[in-house]
């Protein structure tokens, strides 16, 4: 449920300082650049192409951020993540926004043909963004304040026969955000969980839109503003919400039939 009553440093979207886990997110940059028009903002972007990292920072200092710096680290590399995010939060003095964006589909469908690639889906989406997601927290609880945004997917909220494997990845992801919003929410570290639908981005090019597909700036708008309405899980586009409640609640053997 949207909950409104937060209050204090983490309230808003006002923070300077914000911190991009999967630095070349196209969902991730429209929210940074959507930020940037409301005040200036320094960024460190954290991701595994080194080169796509820099073309970002490039685009982002073009679009008046003040600072863009760039850190590369892959998700499935666990045994860095500790080390990359304490350089990415030193290279700011600390982060106000933590923007959790790593993240890969892979296959469609239901029984993966590429047990590979479906390993790699939950190593990245599950284990790596969850590794990733815990380092950040920690560092916030250590500053005592900070947000942090993690984008989720409307697929995890009940996995689809059409969408097995990612559903399930972001299923795990979405629960562990929940679970240490509420264990860190005395403690001055708020997490917001975005689930967005179907966004037009590389990463669905290709692919039929669903209904209420959205735009990566379109998604961006609806975070910041619900960063400044201090809300704790979101819906975008807002009607999603909606149609995800019914869609929790359908029986199994109607759900079972859905081909999207
Ligand atoms: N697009 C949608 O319809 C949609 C809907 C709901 C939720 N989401 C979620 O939103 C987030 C951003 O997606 P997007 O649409 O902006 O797609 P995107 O542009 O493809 O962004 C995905 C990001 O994850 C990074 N990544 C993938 N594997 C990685 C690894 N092993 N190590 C480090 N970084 C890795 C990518 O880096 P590289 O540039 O190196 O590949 C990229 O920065 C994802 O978590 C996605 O699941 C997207």
């Not at 080390?83 to 993240?103: S, Y």
Request: hydrophobic share 45%.
């Amino acid at each position: 449920m949207l909950v409104r009553a937060v209050s204090g440093a983490n309230a808003g979207s006002a923070g300077r300082r914000v911190v991009v886990l999967g630095g070349t997110s196209e969902i991730a940059l429209a929210i940074v650049r959507e930020l940037q028009s409301r005040a200036p903002r320094e960024v460190a972007l954290v991701g595994r192409d080194p080169s796509g990292l820099a073309h970002a920072a490039e685009d982002l200092t073009g679009a008046g951020c003040p600072r863009a710096l760039t850190f590369e680290l892959d998700a499935r590399d666990l045994d860095r993540h500790e080390q990359v995010i304490g350089e990415a939060f030193d290279g700011l003095d600390g982060a106000d926004i933590v923007i959790l964006a790593v993240g890969v589909l892979g296959e469609r469908g239901g029984l993966p043909a590429d047990t590979s690639g479906a390993l790699e889906v939950l190593q990245v989406n599950m284990v790596g963004a969850g590794s990733l997601l815990i380092a950040s927290a920690r560092r916030l609880r250590a500053q005592g304040a900070g947000t942090i945004v993690v984008l989720s997917s409307v697929a995890g909220e009940r996995a689809r026969a059409a969408n097995v494997v990612y559903g399930a990845s972001k299923a795990g992801l979405d629960a562990l955000a929940q679970g240490l919003g509420d264990a860190l929410h005395d403690q001055g570290v708020r997490v917001l969980v975005v689930r967005p639908g179907f966004v037009h981005t590389r990463m669905t090019r290709g692919l039929n839109p669903a209904p209420l597909a959205t735009t990566p700036q379109a998604l961006a708008h609806v975070v910041v503003d619900g960063l400044d309405r201090g809300a704790h899980t979101m819906w975008a586009p807002r009607t999603l919400r909606w149609l995800m409640l019914v869609m929790r609640m359908l029986p199994r053997p109607l759900f079972r039939r859905l081909k999207q």
